[in-house]
Protein backbone atom coordinates (compact mmCIF):
# COMPACT_ATOMS: atom_id res chain seq x y z
CA UNK A 1 0.00 0.00 0.00
CA UNK A 2 1.25 3.80 -0.78
CA UNK A 3 0.76 6.46 1.50
CA UNK A 4 -0.21 10.01 0.30
CA UNK A 5 -0.35 13.22 1.71
CA UNK A 6 -2.85 15.37 -0.44
CA UNK A 7 -1.99 19.09 -0.57
CA UNK A 8 -3.75 21.75 -2.17
CA UNK A 9 -5.59 24.97 -1.23
CA UNK A 10 -8.73 24.12 -2.53
CA UNK A 11 -11.09 21.74 -0.11
CA UNK A 12 -12.82 20.59 -3.06
CA UNK A 13 -10.06 19.50 -5.10
CA UNK A 14 -8.63 17.56 -1.57
CA UNK A 15 -11.98 15.76 -0.56
CA UNK A 16 -11.65 14.54 -4.38
CA UNK A 17 -8.80 13.18 -4.47
CA UNK A 18 -8.75 11.77 -1.02
CA UNK A 19 -11.85 10.10 -1.93
CA UNK A 20 -10.72 8.64 -5.19
CA UNK A 21 -7.72 7.47 -3.73
CA UNK A 22 -9.31 5.83 -0.67
CA UNK A 23 -11.53 3.76 -2.80
CA UNK A 24 -8.63 2.11 -4.27
CA UNK A 25 -6.87 -0.89 -1.91
CA UNK A 26 -3.76 0.13 -3.10
CA UNK A 27 -3.16 3.50 -1.54
CA UNK A 28 -3.63 5.24 1.90
CA UNK A 29 -4.38 9.27 2.58
CA UNK A 30 -2.32 9.81 5.87
CA UNK A 31 -3.26 13.62 5.43
CA UNK A 32 -3.64 16.60 3.33
CA UNK A 33 -2.24 20.47 3.70
CA UNK A 34 -3.50 23.67 2.88
CA UNK A 35 -0.58 25.38 1.49
CA UNK A 36 3.22 24.49 1.34
CA UNK A 37 3.98 25.37 4.66
CA UNK A 38 1.74 22.81 5.77
CA UNK A 39 2.67 20.15 3.95
CA UNK A 40 6.04 20.14 5.40
CA UNK A 41 5.28 19.71 9.02
CA UNK A 42 2.73 17.32 8.06
CA UNK A 43 5.41 15.18 5.88
CA UNK A 44 7.71 15.47 8.53
CA UNK A 45 4.95 13.92 10.93
CA UNK A 46 3.34 11.66 8.42
CA UNK A 47 6.75 10.59 6.41
CA UNK A 48 4.12 8.68 3.41
CA UNK A 49 5.38 7.80 0.63
CA UNK A 50 4.25 9.69 -2.24
CA UNK A 51 3.55 14.17 -1.69
CA UNK A 52 0.50 15.19 -4.44
CA UNK A 53 1.64 18.79 -4.50
CA UNK A 54 -0.25 21.60 -6.34
CA UNK A 55 2.22 24.93 -6.98
CA UNK A 56 0.25 28.17 -6.65
CA UNK A 57 -1.00 28.50 -3.51
CA UNK A 58 -0.91 31.13 -0.57
CA UNK A 59 1.48 31.60 1.44
CA UNK A 60 3.81 29.11 1.06
CA UNK A 61 3.95 27.74 -2.87
CA UNK A 62 4.73 24.25 -4.06
CA UNK A 63 8.15 24.90 -5.30
CA UNK A 64 9.48 26.62 -1.95
CA UNK A 65 7.85 23.70 -0.08
CA UNK A 66 9.22 21.39 -2.52
CA UNK A 67 12.97 22.76 -1.87
CA UNK A 68 12.40 22.46 1.62
CA UNK A 69 11.54 19.34 1.74
CA UNK A 70 14.49 18.52 0.26
CA UNK A 71 16.55 20.73 2.46
CA UNK A 72 15.07 19.21 5.31
CA UNK A 73 15.74 15.31 3.93
CA UNK A 74 12.26 14.31 3.69
CA UNK A 75 12.19 11.19 1.79
CA UNK A 76 8.38 11.20 0.19
CA UNK A 77 8.44 11.57 -3.74
CA UNK A 78 6.82 14.66 -4.46
CA UNK A 79 4.33 14.32 -7.79
CA UNK A 80 3.26 17.92 -8.63
CA UNK A 81 -0.47 17.92 -9.69
CA UNK A 82 -1.20 21.30 -10.70
CA UNK A 83 -3.46 23.27 -13.94
CA UNK A 84 -0.57 25.13 -15.14
CA UNK A 85 1.87 23.86 -17.73
CA UNK A 86 4.09 27.28 -18.65
CA UNK A 87 8.37 26.74 -18.87
CA UNK A 88 7.84 29.01 -15.28
CA UNK A 89 6.02 26.30 -13.37
CA UNK A 90 7.24 23.24 -14.75
CA UNK A 91 11.14 23.86 -14.87
CA UNK A 92 11.46 25.41 -11.16
CA UNK A 93 9.44 22.67 -9.57
CA UNK A 94 11.60 19.85 -11.46
CA UNK A 95 14.64 21.49 -10.65
CA UNK A 96 13.59 22.10 -7.09
CA UNK A 97 13.37 18.14 -6.50
CA UNK A 98 9.92 16.72 -7.88
CA UNK A 99 9.99 13.47 -8.72
CA UNK A 100 6.92 13.82 -11.66
CA UNK A 101 4.91 16.40 -12.92
CA UNK A 102 1.03 15.87 -14.02
CA UNK A 103 -1.74 18.43 -15.03
CA UNK A 104 -5.45 18.09 -12.67
CA UNK A 105 -7.49 17.16 -16.00
CA UNK A 106 -5.27 14.25 -16.37
CA UNK A 107 -7.52 10.38 -16.13
CA UNK A 108 -8.17 9.00 -12.88
CA UNK A 109 -5.46 5.96 -14.03
CA UNK A 110 -3.20 7.91 -15.32
CA UNK A 111 -2.57 9.06 -11.77
CA UNK A 112 -3.18 6.41 -10.49
CA UNK A 113 -0.09 5.10 -12.52
CA UNK A 114 2.17 8.13 -12.05
CA UNK A 115 1.52 7.63 -8.08
CA UNK A 116 2.91 4.16 -8.23
CA UNK A 117 6.13 4.87 -10.65
CA UNK A 118 6.71 8.48 -8.69
CA UNK A 119 6.34 5.74 -5.47
CA UNK A 120 9.24 3.48 -6.43
CA UNK A 121 11.70 6.75 -7.46
CA UNK A 122 10.21 6.28 -11.34
CA UNK A 123 10.24 10.16 -13.31
CA UNK A 124 6.55 11.17 -14.32
CA UNK A 125 5.73 13.35 -16.64
CA UNK A 126 2.38 14.53 -18.27
CA UNK A 127 2.66 13.94 -22.30
CA UNK A 128 2.22 17.84 -22.52
CA UNK A 129 4.47 18.87 -20.23
CA UNK A 130 6.99 15.85 -22.05
CA UNK A 131 5.97 17.63 -25.05
CA UNK A 132 7.11 21.37 -23.80
CA UNK A 133 10.14 20.12 -22.14
CA UNK A 134 11.69 18.18 -25.10
CA UNK A 135 11.20 21.22 -26.94
CA UNK A 136 12.93 23.49 -25.16
CA UNK A 137 15.97 21.13 -24.97
CA UNK A 138 16.30 20.90 -28.65
CA UNK A 139 15.97 24.93 -28.82
CA UNK A 140 19.31 26.31 -28.93
CA UNK A 141 20.64 28.38 -25.73
CA UNK A 142 19.92 31.72 -24.99
CA UNK A 143 22.99 34.02 -24.48
CA UNK A 144 22.74 35.01 -21.05
CA UNK A 145 22.65 38.12 -19.48
CA UNK A 146 25.40 40.45 -19.37
CA UNK A 147 26.05 42.10 -16.11
CA UNK A 148 25.00 45.27 -17.58
CA UNK A 149 21.56 44.02 -18.47
CA UNK A 150 21.13 42.33 -15.49
CA UNK A 151 21.81 45.32 -13.37
CA UNK A 152 19.68 47.97 -15.46
CA UNK A 153 16.61 45.08 -15.03
CA UNK A 154 17.08 44.98 -11.36
CA UNK A 155 16.33 48.59 -10.94
CA UNK A 156 13.22 48.09 -13.39
CA UNK A 157 12.22 45.43 -11.16
CA UNK A 158 12.50 48.31 -8.18
CA UNK A 159 10.10 50.42 -9.94
CA UNK A 160 12.58 52.57 -12.16
CA UNK A 161 12.10 54.33 -15.26
CA UNK A 162 14.45 53.86 -18.03
CA UNK A 163 15.00 57.66 -17.00
CA UNK A 164 15.68 57.00 -13.43
CA UNK A 165 17.58 53.89 -14.14
CA UNK A 166 19.60 55.75 -16.85
CA UNK A 167 20.68 58.47 -14.32
CA UNK A 168 21.55 56.04 -11.35
CA UNK A 169 23.63 54.03 -14.22
CA UNK A 170 25.23 56.99 -15.28
CA UNK A 171 24.50 55.95 -18.76
CA UNK A 172 22.02 57.94 -21.34
CA UNK A 173 18.15 57.02 -21.14
CA UNK A 174 18.83 55.26 -25.01
CA UNK A 175 21.30 53.14 -23.99
CA UNK A 176 18.67 51.69 -20.94
CA UNK A 177 16.28 51.08 -24.01
CA UNK A 178 18.82 49.46 -25.83
CA UNK A 179 19.77 46.73 -22.66
CA UNK A 180 16.09 46.47 -22.00
CA UNK A 181 15.84 45.23 -25.80
CA UNK A 182 18.51 42.91 -25.70
CA UNK A 183 16.95 41.35 -22.47
CA UNK A 184 13.90 41.02 -24.26
CA UNK A 185 15.04 39.00 -26.98
CA UNK A 186 17.35 36.67 -24.93
CA UNK A 187 14.67 35.56 -22.49
CA UNK A 188 12.28 35.87 -25.33
CA UNK A 189 9.04 38.23 -23.69
CA UNK A 190 7.65 41.44 -25.08
CA UNK A 191 7.09 43.76 -22.00
CA UNK A 192 8.95 44.98 -18.63
CA UNK A 193 6.65 42.85 -16.27
CA UNK A 194 7.59 39.36 -18.06
CA UNK A 195 11.44 40.19 -18.20
CA UNK A 196 11.76 40.58 -14.55
CA UNK A 197 9.29 37.89 -13.84
CA UNK A 198 11.53 35.54 -16.02
CA UNK A 199 14.87 36.88 -14.75
CA UNK A 200 14.01 35.85 -10.94
CA UNK A 201 12.86 32.24 -12.06
CA UNK A 202 15.98 32.19 -13.88
CA UNK A 203 18.28 33.06 -11.13
CA UNK A 204 19.79 36.35 -12.27
CA UNK A 205 17.40 38.09 -9.70
CA UNK A 206 16.56 37.22 -6.32
CA UNK A 207 14.03 38.62 -3.87
Do not use: C, W
Not at 62 to 70: D, K, N, P, S
Not at 103 to 114: G, S
Not at 124 to 136: D, E, F, K, N
Request: glycine share 6%; proline share 5%; charged share 25%.
Amino acid sequence: MISLLIVDDHPVVRDGLRGMFSADPRFEVLGEAGDGAEAVTAAETLRPDVILMDLRMPRTDGVTAIRELAARKVPARVLVLTTYDTDSDVIPAIEAGATGYLLKDAPRDELFRAVEAAAQGQAVLSPVVATRLMGQMRQPAAAPLSQREIEVLALIAKGKTNREAARQLLISEATVKTHLLHVYAKLEVSDRAAAVATAFSRGYLTP
